[in-house]
């Protein structure tokens, strides 16, 4: 191994700042993404992580093509609400870093973090290694949890499954949200190869709740292979709405009906089906609690803020937009049933002000703030976007201040080709389009933001909310 791979006069130690950590690990590997295990798993055993998932936490890890960030926060806000120390890792992040290290739903200090990232560097540096920017960061995220000596860890897989770092902790419990089409390069361009690498989270012996109805015989031969107890949704359990502010959730052993989340039921079901067959106390009580508590920035996020209706959602491929679009219509429709009625009170309380009347009484639209990664299948996402009904009057493009953002130009040459009745607006930054949208909107309408992570955080960071 290369002493300039390995050493670097800039190390940053413990009195450097978050930020000139984050940067020093984005540079010290040759590549971005490094998938295997041979290279983490020496640095994770000499920090001792492995070990002490293994002796002392019980450990969900979530893989599947999307719905990993609802499904693993809802199994954690679960878990803490029944009164276990619960430890989530989740990826990427949107504004900070440190949303992806929580422990009992707070997000990690920097100090903290830096501690880690000291360690994790050296034990890197005794082992001769050089480690990817995500290897370093999860080694330090399963450091922290370690050492905090939580109850519950609850792990998101970053990309796959058999090969991603997170996979060197043995769960109790593996959930596989779905299989869909995604990172061709990496797992493979058919739903077998992708399911095979994600099914590699699974061990002998365990459960694995799988939360889709279409399987790949890829991860069925390997649920038999490990003996694995599958729990499938539409199988094993199902879920259904009752009305806007209640589902029900069954299985072979209860029934219940339960207050609705701010996320997706189909992910929310699937997490709960994994608490309820683990071998943690999770009360009805403490389910309830969490349901009416839990929140995850950016899926399928509805806000008002800035005097305009915003909705959030990360979908980056043709099955998250299909996932986003079932739960858009509806809310569509409620958001217009909501806005007629505030129009008929407002005509009937403000008939002196005709120009404000006017303005409000403009059929409500939906405008789109959008951007995606080059590497992402646009076409098929934009196509979904524009063929599913919906009254969109506007696009707002910019490229995200990211390497792998695709370009302004190279967007307006997509959208192009499917918008027939709305206008694209292009501007540099994604900020700029923020306002715009704003400025040229009004407060009947809803904006959509979408695409990308990135996207999202880049348009919360505009508008200067939390997250």
């Known amino acids: 191994m290369s002493d300039s791979l390995l050493f670097n006069p800039n190390t940053p130690n413990k009195h450097s700042s978050l930020t000139e950590w984050l940067d020093y690990m984005q540079q010290i590997h040759v590549s971005a993404i490094d998938m295997g295990l041979s290279r983490v798993l020496p640095v994770a055993e000499a920090l001792g992580v492995v070990q002490s998932a293994k002796d002392d936490a019980y450990v969900f890890t979530v893989a599947g093509t999307n719905g990993k960030g609802s499904t693993t926060a809802v199994i954690a806000q679960m878990c803490q609400a029944a009164g276990y120390k619960t430890a989530l890792y989740q990826s990427p992040h949107l504004s900070l870093f440190n949303e992806r290290v929580r422990i009992n739903g707070e997000m990690v200090s920097d100090e903290t ?94 459960s694995v709740v799988y939360g889709a109805t279409a399987m790949p015989v890829s991860v069925q031969q390997a649920i038999d292979k490990h003996q694995a107890t599958c729990y499938q949704v539409g199988r094993d359990f199902d879920y259904r709405e009752v009305d806007a502010s209640a589902w029900q959730y069954s299985n072979a052993a209860v029934t219940m009906q339960l207050p609705r989340p701010a996320l997706s039921l189909t992910n929310t079901a699937t997490a709960l089906s994994a608490v309820l067959a683990s071998s943690l106390n999770v009360d009805s009580t403490a389910i309830e609690q969490a349901l009416q508590t839990v929140r995850l920035a950016g899926r399928f996020d509805y806000r008002e ?153 880049e348009a919360l960071a505009a508008l200067a909310v939390d997250n």
């Open 113 to 206: 973090l830096i501690e880690a990232f000291s360690k994790v560097e050296a034990a890197r540096l005794k082992c001769d290694l050089t480690l990817s920017f995500f290897e370093m960061t999860t080694l330090a995220a399963l450091l922290i949890f370690a050492e905090a000596d939580c109850d519950v860890w609850v792990l998101e897989v970053g990309l796959g499954g058999r090969l991603d770092v997170v996979n060197i902790v043995d769960p109790d419990m593996a959930v596989i949200t779905n299989i869909a089409i995604d990172h061709v390069d990496w797992l493979g361009d058919n739903v077998e190869d992708i399911g095979r690498e994600k099914a590699g989270i699974l061990r002998d012996g365990i």
């Open 305 to 457: 803020t800035h005097n305009r209706h915003w909705l959030f959602d990360v979908a980056h491929n043709e099955q998250g937009v299909e996932f986003l679009l079932a739960q858009l219509l509806p809310l569509w429709q409620q958001h217009l049933a909501n806005q007629n009625s505030f129009d008929a009170l407002n005509q009937s309380s403000s008939q002196n002000s005709s120009q404000k009347n006017q303005a409000e009484r403009r059929p409500a639209s939906i405008k789109m703030l959008f951007s995606m990664l080059g590497d992402k299948d646009i076409n098929k996402v934009v196509q979904h976007l524009t063929i599913a009904g919906l009254p969109i009057s506007d696009w707002y493009i910019a490229e995200i201040d990211y390497p792998r953002a695709a370009s302004t130009e190279h967007l307006q040459g997509i959208l192009s080709s499917y918008v027939d009745n709305a206008q694209i607006h292009e501007f540099k930054r994604l900020s700029e389009a923020t306002d715009a949208v704003i400025n040229a909107s009004q407060p009947q309408d809803l904006i959509v933001v979408c695409g990308s992570f990135h996207t999202i955080g």
